[in-house]
């Protein structure tokens, strides 16, 4: 059974790198990995998707080893504003079936 | 671009009404439509996937006769809760694929908070 495992909360201070990994040992081969930022009462905001290796824009990197296995979402810098709920998913390429991790909730401290 | 929107925002009704949700892509053709439903500090859980034309396909444990989904266009999906219930109180969020949006990419309404009453 596939699925999607990520750690339910993590805490960091402002300015620092932030790091969040997600768990999707089933993964296929031509399965995708996206990532999404949740604030209260919101919809979910896309960050980045990836399919191997290293993936950056302009708010995140996203570092997917050889294996795929697992995937990092990194957040540079962090700002009390990236206090969210970050959710990792996995969209089967065969069928885009959505495999949703349960979301990292993220605090930022001062 | 691929932006999405749900109508109404907020919504309180009483309970054994009907409610109706609208999601619309705004600047593309979304081929595919996802309903969420989601409980206070709880996760997203899908509800449904719909294609432009087809029926729906509901995840187990959600009543097809009780959310209704209508994806008739390609900019256009609608929930309707039928005969709600307090325990159907929850933020709805919809979204939306295709396009320059690619294959793998969803993009999200601001969703809908459904109270009843």
């Known amino acids: 059974l596939a699925k999607t495992t990520q750690p339910i909360s993590m805490d960091s201070y402002e300015g620092q790198e932030v790091n969040i990994t997600c768990s999707h040992n089933n993964i296929a081969t031509n399965d995708y990995i996206t990532w999404y930022q949740q604030f209260p009462s919101q919809g979910p905001r896309f960050i980045i998707q990836?399919?191997?290796?290293?993936v950056t824009n302009e708010v995140a990197s996203l570092f997917i080893p050889a294996d795929r296995k697992s995937s990092t979402l990194s957040l540079p810098r962090v700002s009390l504003s990236d206090t969210a709920v970050y959710y990792c998913?996995?969209?089967?390429?065969?069928?885009?079936?959505?495999?949703w991790g349960a979301g990292t909730k993220l605090i930022i401290k001062p | 671009g691929a932006v999405v929107s749900q109508h109404p925002s907020w919504v309180i009704c009483k309970s054994g009404t009907s409610v109706k949700i609208e999601c619309r892509s705004l600047d593309f053709q979304a081929t595919t439509m996802f309903w969420y439903r989601q409980f206070p500090k709880q996760s997203l859980m899908l509800m449904a996937t719909?294609?432009?034309?087809?029926?729906?396909?509901?995840e187990q444990g959600v009543e097809k006769d009780k959310f209704l989904i209508n994806h008739a266009s390609l900019t256009l999906s609608t929930l309707t809760v039928t005969s709600a219930h307090p325990e159907d109180s929850s933020f709805y969020i919809c979204s939306a694929r295709g396009g320059l949006a690619g294959a793998y990419e969803q993009y999200f309404g601001p969703g809908t908070r459904l109270t009843v009453t």
């Open positions: 998913l996995v969209v089967r390429g065969s069928n885009y079936q959505l495999i």
């Open positions: 719909s294609n432009e034309g087809s029926k729906a396909t509901y």
């Open positions: 990836g399919y191997k290796t290293k």
